[in-house]
Structures are given as C-alpha cells and as structure tokens.
Nanobody
Framework: QVQLVESGGGLVQAGGSLRLSCAAS????????MGWLRRAPGKEREFVAG????????EYADSAKGRFTISRDNAKNTVWLQMNSLKPEDTAVYYC?????????????????WGQGTQVTVSS
C-alpha cells in the first residue's frame, strides 16, 4: 500500500513554470514505477509522464515532451514534475500515481495507487 500526496499546483500565466511534488509513504516506494497523469475539464484522465523505479527510464506524452521533466529521489520518497512553457491546454487536475511494477507504464489503468490530485490552471 502506498499513500501519495501531491503539492505545488496553482495558477500560472501561459509560458510560466510550475513544479509539482508527490510525497509517498511506505518503504516499498523505491520498487515502484511512478507517474503523473492529468484530467482536463470534460476529458478523460491521460498519461503525462512516467519514471521507472530507479529513475533510469522515463516516458512522456507527446504533449509533454520538451517541456516537462519527471524525476524522483528514492531516499526522500518523492517524485517531481517540472513543467515549463505552460499552455492553457495544460490546465487540469494533476495526479501522482504508483505502479507496483518497476518499469514505466503509459497506460492510465496500469497504475495501482493514486493521490488526491492538485489543480493546475494556466491562464492565457
């Protein structure tokens, strides 16, 4: 079992940056792949970025490539999502999620534990 708590969301102007944090409980954190996913208003939840258990492998949605960076520190039980050059279409609730498998997953349904989400709003 993993409990996840996101922070760092907020309101930012287009072109700005935000850094989301996810603090995880549990000693098994370092064994799990982690991901950031989002749900925009009126849309389905979608994958944004994922990272393997060691941090050695990452995957990004096309919409995030070149702008977002996912990273983790297993000693701190924390994963981050650095978001740069934000666009209004990035507006969504962002969720941190953990996958009991160690390898990066891009499917929304592959993740086993979810945080409560943090709102990101990008104004034009």
């Amino acid at each position: 079992q993993v409990q996840l708590v996101e922070s760092g969301g907020g309101l930012v102007q287009a072109g700005g940056s935000l850094r989301l944090s996810c603090a995880a409980s549990g000693r098994a954190f370092s064994k799990y792949a982690m991901g950031w996913l989002r749900r925009a208003p009126g849309k389905e939840r979608e994958f944004v970025a994922g990272i393997s258990w060691s941090g050695g492998s990452t995957e990004y949605a096309d919409s995030a490539k070149g702008r977002f960076t996912i990273s983790r520190d297993n000693a701190k039980n924390t994963v981050w999502l650095q978001m740069n050059s934000l666009k209004p279409e990035d507006t969504a609730v962002y969720y941190c999620a953990a996958d009991r498998n160690p390898w990066v997953e891009t499917g929304v349904n592959e993740y086993d534990w979810w945080g409560q989400g943090t709102q990101v709003t990008v104004s034009s």
